[in-house]
């Protein structure tokens, strides 16, 4: 056999993986492999999971903050004011009742702490990021009840 009639090793290593890519190639283009990649990105965390964990992160902090600076934020604190846009009924469309607070379902993330006062300890719940009721929840503080 001539030298010229022989394939070098490279060349065949060099033209196989020029096949592969190019294969790689028409099958993302034609969406033959979507399939694979929408079942792998389908196996992390939902909206929903992810809403919960950030709840239970931020009344892990607004307890500290509590502890630390008094009861006076509570109302305006993240665990109060931060909504969560969850498609619940899975339309894929975000509607007026799918934008959802830490406490409202399907989150329900409760949080609860208490704070001492002069006046004696207050509860604090998740009923009470409604200014009115944490107003309440004061008001019975100064009359004893």
Known sequence: MSKRAQI???T???VSIALLVLILIVAFTTGGLGNLFGQVGETGPGELDSAKARC????????TEVATSGH???TTSQYCTEEFSIDIDG????????????DD???STACSTTSSTALGTLSL???ECNPAKYSD???GLKTGA
């Open 56 to 63: 239970t992160t931020i009344c892990n902090s607004l307890k």
């Open 105 to 107: 379902v399907p989150i």
């Open 125 to 127: 719940t998740e009923v």
């Open 91 to 102: 339309s894929g469309d975000i509607d007026a009742n799918e934008i959802i607070n830490c």
């Open 137 to 139: 929840a004061l008001d």
């Open 12 to 14: 065949i290593v060099y």
């Open 8 to 10: 070098s090793m490279n």
């Open 72 to 74: 006076s934020g509570w």
